[in-house]
Nanobody
Framework: QVQLVESGGGLVQAGGSLRLSCAVSGRTFSDYAMGWFRQTPDKEREFVAFINRSGGIIFYANSVKGRFTISRDNAKNTVYLQMNNLKPEDTAVYYC???????????????????????WGQGTQVTVSS
């Protein structure tokens, strides 16, 4: 059983920064490509960022490119999302997700689809005030 637990959310002013963490347990973390998504009550779950098993392939949504950075530490079984220059429109519940496929090549289309991922965390709230 794979478990994902997000942390690091909170309330921040526009222009501020937060770092989200997602701790993975239950299986070998380095077997999983990882993604971050976000969701607000009035929208579908939205892709934010992706990192493959080795960290050598990364994709971002256009809305966060240049402001957010995804990274992973396979020794700590954790994936991170560093969020800088936050905007009110970044307000959402943020979820991490794990993709157990053994593929070695990825496309942004594949990475951005929620059905790609088999395991999800419970989410952490990020609120950006103006």
């Amino acid at each position: 059983q794979v478990q994902l637990v997000e942390s690091g959310g909170g309330l921040v002013q526009a222009g501020g920064s937060l770092r989200l963490s997602c701790a993975v347990s239950g299986r070998t973390f380095s077997d999983y490509a990882m993604g971050w998504f976000r969701q607000t009550p009035d929208k579908e779950r939205e892709f934010v960022a992706f990192i493959n098993r080795s960290g050598g392939i990364i994709f971002y949504a256009n809305s966060v490119k240049g402001r957010f950075t995804i990274s992973r530490d396979n020794a700590k079984n954790t994936v991170y999302l560093q969020m800088n220059n936050l905007k009110p429109e970044d307000t959402a519940v943020y979820y991490c997700a794990a993709d157990p496929s053994t593929r070695t090549a990825y496309t942004s289309t594949y990475a951005s689809r929620a059905p790609t991922y088999d395991y999800w965390g419970q989410g952490t709230q990020v609120t950006v005030s103006s």
